[in-house]
């Protein structure tokens, strides 16, 4: 298993495999927003983020390909981007998922984020997001 930056060349993958509009995608890859997991030498998953406030890194989104779910693809893009964070010296890490949806929120407690307050968002989904957070001040660099 490989994670790494996104790069150009996944960008066709990227566009498939993500719902971002084709322009953020683009964005993205160019400032150094995506980590990417091969598995066999193939795409099998991205996490792509940003950053609340321009300062604290927030993960918008993490996706592994279906059939590949539960190898632990996921983990790896997830502490890639972690240490990541780390060496660039953030205190803490930001994500958020909408509250009907239980399994993205047992995933995010699962790696260390804590809820930290929720959102109506009635105009784009029928709960409320609820945003997490993850305190990685103490977290010795890789
Ligand atoms: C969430 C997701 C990225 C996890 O990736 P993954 O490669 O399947 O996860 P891993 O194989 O690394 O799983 C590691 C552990 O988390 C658990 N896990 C995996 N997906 C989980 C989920 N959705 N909810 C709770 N636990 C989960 C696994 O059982 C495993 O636990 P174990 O080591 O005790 O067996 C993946 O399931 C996915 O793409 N889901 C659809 C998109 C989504 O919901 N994204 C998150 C919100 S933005």
């Known amino acids: 298993m490989i994670v790494r930056r996104g790069r150009s060349e996944d960008l066709p993958w990227l566009i498939e495999h993500d719902d971002a509009s084709d322009d953020w995608i683009k964005r993205c890859i160019q400032f150094e927003e ?6 066999d030498g193939e795409l099998a998953g991205f996490l792509r983020f940003s950053r609340f406030w321009g300062k604290i890194p927030y993960m918008d989104m993490i996706r592994v390909l279906p059939s590949l779910q539960r190898s632990g693809a996921g983990t790896a893009l997830f502490r890639a981007w972690e240490r990541a964070m780390v060496g660039e010296g953030a205190q803490h890490l930001m994500t ?17 984020f804590k809820a930290a307050g929720s959102i109506d968002l009635r105009i784009f989904q029928s709960s409320p997001e609820i945003f997490f957070l993850k305190d990685i001040s103490g977290t010795p660099e890789a």
């Open 34 to 39: 995506y980590f990417v997991v091969e598995l």
């Open 96 to 112: 958020s998922s909408e509250w009907a949806e239980a399994e993205p929120q047992a995933w995010h407690r699962r790696n260390g």
